[in-house]
């Protein structure tokens, strides 16, 4: 049962533009989101997150938005530049003390162009 | 300030063989989780380890266990070995379980 799913493997984005990706859940016990990004050969590497008392976090280039009737989350990078190029995968966890135990979505991979 | 770093990078084991592979939290953490990549999938929990003790658990079977020593430094161990442990192996460390987690590189475990 996949309770994170990104459901667009890959997606190709020219340099300068919006790159949005999206991320659904099925649990509503979900309170806590993270975007990660990952490299080849690295670890993922923590970019943005949004508690569920929000819609909305911005860090600079990056915003994540939440919309918990939908149960959908979106990243938005502006303006996407080539070293975004990597897979970015959705986490959501719940519980106080319990945000070790993070549920994945299987990932997309961000390529972005000249 | 190092981070979480993960020893070795890779391995190379045969089925039935055990496994042990090594974490050291990031500075200022007390908390490692570690995490099973396989190819094309998202990370999959496996267990935290907070004050030495395993505090939560996926839904991984017993041939899976690990520790926690008292620098915060954790081991994986995997017994028994089946061709379908073949993964990567993530550390995550944080302090007292809160988000976000820092992730290690990595151990890529072969299993033939």
């Known amino acids: 049962d996949q309770q994170v799913k990104q459901n667009s493997p890959s997606l190709s984005v020219q340099e300068g533009r919006i790159s949005i990706l999206n991320c659904d859940y099925t649990n509503s016990m979900f309170d806590y989101f993270l975007w990660y990004k990952k490299y080849p050969a690295e670890g993922p590497t923590f970019l943005i997150s949004i508690s569920s008392i929000k819609d909305k976090n911005e860090d600079g280039r990056f915003t994540v938005f939440l919309n918990k009737s939908a149960k959908h989350l979106s990243l938005h990078i502006v303006p996407s530049q080539p070293g975004d190029s990597a897979v970015y995968f959705c986490?959501?966890?719940w519980g106080t003390g319990t945000a070790s135990k993070l549920t994945f979505g299987t990932g997309t991979r961000l390529q972005v162009t000249l | 300030d190092a981070g979480v770093t993960q020893s070795p990078t890779h391995l190379i084991k045969t089925r039935g063989q055990q496994v042990t592979l090594r974490c050291s939290p990031k500075?200022?953490?007390?908390?490692v989780s570690w995490y099973q990549q396989a190819l094309g999938q998202g990370p999959q929990f496996i267990f935290q380890y907070y004050e030495e003790e395993e505090r939560q658990r996926g839904n991984f079977p017993d041939r899976f266990s690990g520790h926690q020593f008292p620098n915060y430094s954790s081991e994986l161990n995997v017994n028994a070995l089946l061709l379908g442990d073949s993964a990567l192996y993530l550390c995550?460390?944080?302090?007292?379980?809160?988000?976000?987690?820092?992730f290690g590189n990595g151990t890529r475990l072969t299993v033939t």
């Open positions: 995550a460390s944080g302090y007292r379980g809160q988000s976000p987690l820092h």
């Open positions: 500075s200022g953490h007390d908390t």
């Open positions: 986490a959501a966890s």
